[in-house]
């Protein structure tokens, strides 16, 4: 593969992880991250979430809920999904503190406000390489289901950039035959390394 991907969420639990593992098992060069101020997991109820900080261990994580509620987080699929993260990599990364990372040929966010976060962030770092980054928002809804949808749509529009010679000059036709075969609305931006 000859583009480099990163995969961003909220939290760099669901949408971005089924991503990752996605391109990953199809040899993909990819990351994956979350934007927020921390890593939310749902709790017993709304009010009380489970909250991590990045870098917490997905292992940490799994065994602790485990611990808690086997029951609960089995039934709700958070420890199924973190078994699946354990496969992908060691911890949630957030997006903003991932320079040491190198530069992303594409983005690909999963909610317009993580979209906007990425932007932002990227207009906000020293412009040294001058190198193009494609930022493209698939508006995905973060429950299991969904996920796993957005995963495979994911990993079809990855398919279709790797298949360009050059993104910068078939971007708005991939984005447009996209829309049109599953009816989903992309946002997408182009900022610089």
């Known amino acids: 593969m000859r583009l480099r991907y990163a995969m961003v969420c909220s939290s760099n639990q669901n949408r971005s992880m089924e991503a990752h593992s996605l391109l990953k098992k199809e040899g993909f060069d990819v990351s994956s991250y979350g934007t927020g101020q921390h890593v939310k997991l749902p709790g017993p109820s709304l009010r ?3 909250v991590y900080d990045f870098g917490t261990p997905y292992k940490h994580m799994f065994e602790e809920l485990r611990r808690k ?3 609960l987080y089995r039934r709700n699929g958070i420890l199924p999904m973190l078994k699946r993260n354990v496969t992908v990599k060691n911890a949630p990364q957030r997006w903003q503190e991932n320079a040491s990372d190198g530069a992303f040929d594409v983005v690909l966010t999963f909610e317009e406000k993580v979209f906007d976060s990425v932007v932002e962030d990227l207009h906000t770092r020293l412009h040294v390489e001058l190198k ?3 930022i493209i928002n698939l508006e995905v ?3 299991h289901e969904e996920a796993a949808i957005g995963g495979r749509l994911a990993l079809q529009l990855c398919q279709e950039l790797e298949a360009t010679e050059n993104w910068e000059d078939s971007i708005d036709k991939i984005i447009i ?3 049109r075969q599953h009816h989903r609305k992309l946002l997408y931006s182009i900022s610089f390394y």
């Open 69 to 71: 509620d086997p029951d």
């Open 132 to 134: 193009p980054v494609l």
């Open 177 to 179: 035959n996209f829309e």
């Open 48 to 50: 009380e979430p489970n």
């Open 141 to 143: 809804k973060d429950n």
